[in-house]
């Protein structure tokens, strides 16, 4: 599947979506090679409210699918976090500095499993 053909595809199913429960991430160079990655605010409730334990993320065009653990912590100070499993997602899918990954989180979704979108090729 071509980048072209692929970015129509991603932007006919992000159309789909409930833009309530779409979230993107422009990664900063220490997101792209942490251990980590906290998430923003409405995916953590996302996640949160679901109970989420683990997450499996497969890239928009890898078909490597990457077991994470999510990170919850209630104090002292709230926060969620892509632990185990983000650092190989980013070699896994040459994430660097400036790629954007998009969250299409809906109610339909499959328990656990998230595909990303990563934008390297194409604008949204």
């Not at 980048?3 to 979506?17: E, V």
Request: with cysteine; glycine share 2%; charged share 30%.
């Amino acid at each position: 599947m071509t980048a072209i053909s692929t970015a129509t595809k991603f932007l006919t199913n992000i159309h789909r979506l409930r833009t309530k429960h779409l979230f993107r991430v422009k990664l900063t160079k220490s997101q792209s090679q942490a251990s980590h990655l906290d998430l923003p605010t409405e995916s953590a409730a996302y996640v949160r409210k679901r109970r989420f334990k683990r997450l499996e993320l497969q890239g928009s065009t890898n078909t490597c699918i990457v077991q994470c653990k999510l990170l919850v912590r209630n104090s002292p100070k709230k926060s969620t976090k892509i632990g185990k499993g983000w650092k190989d997602f980013c070699i896994f899918n040459r994430l660097k500095e400036e790629d954007v990954i998009v969250f299409p989180a809906h109610n339909q979704m499959r328990k656990k499993k998230i595909k990303l979108y990563v934008k390297k090729e194409f604008s949204f």
